[in-house]
Protein backbone atom coordinates (compact mmCIF):
# COMPACT_ATOMS: atom_id res chain seq x y z
CA UNK A 1 0.00 0.00 0.00
CA UNK A 2 1.07 3.43 -0.11
CA UNK A 3 1.38 5.73 2.68
CA UNK A 4 3.32 3.36 4.59
CA UNK A 5 6.57 4.76 6.50
CA UNK A 6 9.36 1.83 6.67
CA UNK A 7 11.66 0.03 4.13
CA UNK A 8 12.40 -1.19 1.01
CA UNK A 9 9.55 0.02 -1.63
CA UNK A 10 7.19 1.95 0.59
CA UNK A 11 10.10 4.20 2.51
CA UNK A 12 11.35 5.12 -0.92
CA UNK A 13 8.12 6.54 -1.74
CA UNK A 14 6.94 8.08 1.34
CA UNK A 15 10.57 10.22 0.68
CA UNK A 16 9.36 11.17 -2.95
CA UNK A 17 5.70 12.33 -1.35
CA UNK A 18 7.07 14.10 1.10
CA UNK A 19 8.43 16.83 -1.68
CA UNK A 20 7.56 20.03 -0.87
CA UNK A 21 4.95 19.75 -4.77
CA UNK A 22 3.72 16.60 -3.61
CA UNK A 23 2.71 17.05 -0.26
CA UNK A 24 -0.51 18.79 -0.72
CA UNK A 25 -1.83 16.10 -2.67
CA UNK A 26 -0.69 13.23 -0.46
CA UNK A 27 -2.74 14.66 2.14
CA UNK A 28 -5.37 15.06 0.60
CA UNK A 29 -5.41 11.46 -0.92
CA UNK A 30 -4.48 10.46 2.90
CA UNK A 31 -7.94 12.13 3.45
CA UNK A 32 -9.68 11.19 1.07
CA UNK A 33 -8.53 7.48 2.05
CA UNK A 34 -9.53 7.86 5.24
CA UNK A 35 -13.03 8.47 4.30
CA UNK A 36 -13.83 6.64 1.19
CA UNK A 37 -17.68 6.57 1.30
CA UNK A 38 -17.69 10.39 1.60
CA UNK A 39 -16.81 9.84 -2.16
CA UNK A 40 -14.48 13.56 -2.70
CA UNK A 41 -11.57 13.22 -4.34
CA UNK A 42 -11.90 9.78 -3.59
CA UNK A 43 -8.88 7.52 -5.07
CA UNK A 44 -10.72 4.61 -7.81
CA UNK A 45 -9.27 2.07 -5.40
CA UNK A 46 -10.46 3.16 -2.38
CA UNK A 47 -14.16 3.83 -3.65
CA UNK A 48 -16.83 2.43 -1.43
CA UNK A 49 -19.38 2.00 -4.23
CA UNK A 50 -18.29 1.41 -8.26
CA UNK A 51 -20.45 2.10 -10.99
CA UNK A 52 -22.09 -0.15 -13.28
CA UNK A 53 -20.42 -2.21 -14.84
CA UNK A 54 -18.74 -0.82 -18.39
CA UNK A 55 -18.56 -3.10 -21.39
CA UNK A 56 -15.69 -5.29 -20.42
CA UNK A 57 -12.66 -6.79 -22.83
CA UNK A 58 -12.28 -10.31 -23.17
CA UNK A 59 -9.91 -12.21 -20.84
CA UNK A 60 -7.62 -14.73 -23.08
CA UNK A 61 -9.54 -17.48 -23.36
CA UNK A 62 -12.07 -16.23 -20.98
CA UNK A 63 -15.16 -14.55 -20.18
CA UNK A 64 -15.51 -11.07 -20.46
CA UNK A 65 -13.17 -8.75 -17.23
CA UNK A 66 -15.05 -5.21 -16.43
CA UNK A 67 -12.67 -2.27 -16.63
CA UNK A 68 -14.60 -1.38 -13.51
CA UNK A 69 -12.99 -1.76 -9.97
CA UNK A 70 -14.25 -4.15 -7.56
CA UNK A 71 -15.65 -4.19 -4.35
CA UNK A 72 -18.53 -6.86 -4.42
CA UNK A 73 -17.75 -9.90 -2.80
CA UNK A 74 -19.49 -12.83 -4.44
CA UNK A 75 -21.13 -14.33 -2.09
CA UNK A 76 -23.47 -11.27 -1.90
CA UNK A 77 -24.50 -8.52 0.07
CA UNK A 78 -23.39 -11.17 3.67
CA UNK A 79 -19.97 -11.87 1.82
CA UNK A 80 -16.70 -10.22 2.79
CA UNK A 81 -13.58 -10.39 0.87
CA UNK A 82 -10.25 -10.75 3.01
CA UNK A 83 -7.47 -9.26 0.54
CA UNK A 84 -3.57 -9.73 1.54
CA UNK A 85 -1.14 -7.17 0.26
CA UNK A 86 2.38 -6.95 -0.45
CA UNK A 87 3.60 -10.27 -0.26
CA UNK A 88 4.40 -13.17 -0.27
CA UNK A 89 6.88 -12.88 2.19
CA UNK A 90 8.81 -16.25 4.09
CA UNK A 91 8.04 -15.03 7.11
CA UNK A 92 4.62 -13.41 7.65
CA UNK A 93 3.05 -15.44 4.22
CA UNK A 94 3.15 -18.86 6.24
CA UNK A 95 1.71 -17.47 8.90
CA UNK A 96 -1.05 -15.86 7.74
CA UNK A 97 -1.79 -19.00 5.46
CA UNK A 98 -2.30 -20.76 8.86
CA UNK A 99 -4.72 -18.60 10.42
CA UNK A 100 -7.19 -18.16 6.94
CA UNK A 101 -6.78 -22.58 6.87
CA UNK A 102 -7.68 -22.52 10.83
CA UNK A 103 -10.98 -20.33 10.13
CA UNK A 104 -11.87 -21.81 6.55
CA UNK A 105 -10.81 -18.74 4.86
CA UNK A 106 -10.00 -18.23 1.41
CA UNK A 107 -8.41 -14.73 0.84
CA UNK A 108 -7.12 -13.03 -2.49
CA UNK A 109 -3.10 -12.34 -2.12
CA UNK A 110 -1.84 -9.06 -3.90
CA UNK A 111 1.33 -10.02 -4.73
CA UNK A 112 4.63 -8.20 -6.06
CA UNK A 113 5.79 -9.54 -8.79
CA UNK A 114 9.27 -9.21 -7.58
CA UNK A 115 8.59 -11.34 -4.22
CA UNK A 116 6.54 -13.71 -6.10
CA UNK A 117 9.87 -14.48 -8.50
CA UNK A 118 11.84 -15.03 -5.46
CA UNK A 119 9.25 -16.98 -3.36
CA UNK A 120 7.58 -19.64 -6.06
CA UNK A 121 6.99 -21.97 -3.20
CA UNK A 122 5.01 -19.56 -1.34
CA UNK A 123 3.04 -18.35 -4.59
CA UNK A 124 2.32 -22.05 -5.29
CA UNK A 125 0.93 -23.43 -0.90
CA UNK A 126 -1.41 -20.22 -1.74
CA UNK A 127 -2.83 -21.11 -5.05
CA UNK A 128 -2.88 -25.34 -3.24
CA UNK A 129 -4.44 -23.41 -0.33
CA UNK A 130 -7.70 -22.66 -2.64
CA UNK A 131 -6.92 -18.66 -2.48
CA UNK A 132 -6.63 -16.37 -5.56
CA UNK A 133 -3.60 -14.42 -7.05
CA UNK A 134 -3.79 -10.49 -7.71
CA UNK A 135 -1.30 -8.49 -9.50
CA UNK A 136 0.37 -6.04 -7.14
CA UNK A 137 2.56 -4.67 -10.32
CA UNK A 138 6.43 -5.53 -10.12
CA UNK A 139 7.74 -2.17 -8.32
CA UNK A 140 4.79 -1.23 -5.95
CA UNK A 141 5.07 2.36 -7.69
CA UNK A 142 2.40 4.24 -5.87
CA UNK A 143 2.88 7.23 -8.18
CA UNK A 144 1.99 5.02 -11.56
CA UNK A 145 -1.36 6.77 -12.28
CA UNK A 146 1.57 9.96 -12.92
CA UNK A 147 3.77 7.44 -15.51
CA UNK A 148 3.67 6.65 -19.21
CA UNK A 149 1.92 4.03 -20.49
CA UNK A 150 4.78 2.21 -21.60
CA UNK A 151 5.37 1.94 -17.72
CA UNK A 152 2.51 1.08 -16.74
CA UNK A 153 2.17 -1.50 -18.79
CA UNK A 154 5.77 -3.01 -18.11
CA UNK A 155 4.83 -2.76 -14.42
CA UNK A 156 1.36 -4.92 -14.80
CA UNK A 157 2.42 -7.41 -17.63
CA UNK A 158 5.92 -7.98 -16.35
CA UNK A 159 4.40 -8.82 -12.59
CA UNK A 160 1.84 -10.71 -14.28
CA UNK A 161 4.31 -13.00 -15.75
CA UNK A 162 6.00 -13.02 -12.32
CA UNK A 163 3.40 -14.07 -10.34
CA UNK A 164 2.05 -17.09 -13.27
CA UNK A 165 5.41 -18.28 -13.85
CA UNK A 166 6.07 -18.44 -9.63
CA UNK A 167 2.45 -20.23 -9.11
CA UNK A 168 3.40 -22.71 -11.98
CA UNK A 169 0.85 -21.46 -14.46
CA UNK A 170 -1.77 -19.68 -12.16
CA UNK A 171 -2.69 -16.44 -13.51
CA UNK A 172 -3.99 -13.19 -11.53
CA UNK A 173 -7.24 -12.70 -11.46
CA UNK A 174 -7.34 -9.56 -10.35
CA UNK A 175 -5.19 -6.41 -11.00
CA UNK A 176 -5.01 -3.91 -7.82
CA UNK A 177 -2.53 -0.67 -8.73
CA UNK A 178 -0.14 0.14 -5.27
CA UNK A 179 -2.34 2.83 -3.19
CA UNK A 180 -4.67 2.91 -5.30
CA UNK A 181 -3.21 4.53 -8.33
CA UNK A 182 -5.32 3.53 -11.26
CA UNK A 183 -5.62 4.88 -14.70
CA UNK A 184 -8.38 4.23 -17.17
CA UNK A 185 -5.42 2.92 -19.39
CA UNK A 186 -4.23 0.45 -16.33
CA UNK A 187 -7.75 -0.75 -16.11
CA UNK A 188 -8.12 -1.26 -19.72
CA UNK A 189 -4.79 -3.25 -20.23
CA UNK A 190 -5.56 -5.33 -16.69
CA UNK A 191 -8.82 -6.42 -18.05
CA UNK A 192 -7.81 -7.46 -21.15
CA UNK A 193 -5.48 -9.92 -19.41
CA UNK A 194 -8.42 -11.03 -17.39
CA UNK A 195 -7.50 -9.08 -14.27
CA UNK A 196 -10.31 -7.58 -12.76
CA UNK A 197 -9.33 -4.13 -10.91
CA UNK A 198 -9.91 -4.75 -7.48
CA UNK A 199 -10.34 -1.71 -5.15
CA UNK A 200 -10.92 -1.68 -1.08
CA UNK A 201 -13.55 -0.79 1.36
CA UNK A 202 -11.72 -1.14 4.19
CA UNK A 203 -8.27 -0.50 4.88
CA UNK A 204 -7.12 -2.24 8.24
CA UNK A 205 -4.18 -0.20 8.46
CA UNK A 206 -2.60 -2.67 10.00
CA UNK A 207 1.00 -1.68 7.76
CA UNK A 208 1.34 1.28 10.32
CA UNK A 209 1.41 -1.15 13.55
CA UNK A 210 -1.28 0.60 15.18
CA UNK A 211 -1.53 -2.32 17.26
CA UNK A 212 -3.33 -5.74 17.27
CA UNK A 213 -6.71 -4.60 19.14
CA UNK A 214 -6.34 -0.45 16.82
CA UNK A 215 -6.17 -3.40 14.15
CA UNK A 216 -9.39 -5.42 14.93
CA UNK A 217 -11.44 -2.19 16.24
CA UNK A 218 -10.68 -0.68 12.71
CA UNK A 219 -12.49 -3.40 11.01
CA UNK A 220 -15.27 -3.76 13.14
CA UNK A 221 -16.02 -0.09 12.57
CA UNK A 222 -15.89 0.19 9.23
CA UNK A 223 -16.89 -2.93 7.17
CA UNK A 224 -20.08 -1.37 7.18
CA UNK A 225 -18.56 0.94 4.29
CA UNK A 226 -18.19 -2.37 2.18
CA UNK A 227 -16.85 -5.89 1.94
CA UNK A 228 -13.08 -5.80 0.48
CA UNK A 229 -10.88 -5.71 3.52
CA UNK A 230 -7.32 -4.96 3.40
CA UNK A 231 -4.73 -6.73 5.01
CA UNK A 232 -0.69 -7.12 4.06
CA UNK A 233 1.68 -9.78 5.10
CA UNK A 234 4.77 -8.48 4.28
CA UNK A 235 6.56 -4.71 4.42
CA UNK A 236 7.55 -5.37 7.64
CA UNK A 237 6.68 -7.24 11.07
CA UNK A 238 3.21 -8.50 10.73
CA UNK A 239 2.46 -10.05 13.54
CA UNK A 240 -0.26 -7.53 14.59
CA UNK A 241 -1.56 -8.81 11.77
CA UNK A 242 -1.73 -12.16 12.15
CA UNK A 243 -2.95 -11.97 15.62
CA UNK A 244 -5.85 -9.31 14.48
CA UNK A 245 -7.13 -11.58 11.62
CA UNK A 246 -7.35 -14.58 14.41
CA UNK A 247 -9.55 -12.61 16.24
CA UNK A 248 -11.32 -10.86 13.17
CA UNK A 249 -12.21 -13.40 11.06
CA UNK A 250 -14.17 -15.77 13.92
CA UNK A 251 -15.80 -12.17 14.56
CA UNK A 252 -17.10 -11.62 11.22
CA UNK A 253 -18.25 -15.59 10.93
CA UNK A 254 -20.44 -14.63 14.34
CA UNK A 255 -21.73 -11.24 12.04
CA UNK A 256 -23.38 -13.90 9.65
CA UNK A 257 -21.22 -13.01 7.38
CA UNK A 258 -19.51 -15.82 4.70
CA UNK A 259 -16.23 -15.31 2.82
CA UNK A 260 -15.64 -15.04 -0.81
CA UNK A 261 -13.71 -13.08 -3.54
CA UNK A 262 -14.27 -10.38 -5.24
CA UNK A 263 -16.63 -10.10 -7.98
CA UNK A 264 -14.89 -10.17 -11.82
ZN1 LIG B 1 0.46 -2.59 -1.54
Not at 34 to 41: D, L, R, S, W
Not at 87 to 110: H, I, M, S, Y
Request: glycine share 10%.
Amino acid sequence: MSRHGGRGWHGRVLAAAVGVTAAAAATSMWTAQANPVEGQHTPAGSSAHSSAPNAGSKAPGGKPVSVDIAHASDRGARGVNITIDDGPDPTWTPEVLQVLRDNGVKATFCMVGTQAQAHPDLVKAVVAAGHRLCDHTVSHDTTMDKKSQAYQSQQILDAERMITQASGGVRPQYYRAPGGAFTPYSRQLAASHGMRPLGWNVDSKDFEHPGTGAIVATVKSEISNGPTILFHDAGGDRSQTVAALREVLPWLKQQGYSFGFPVR
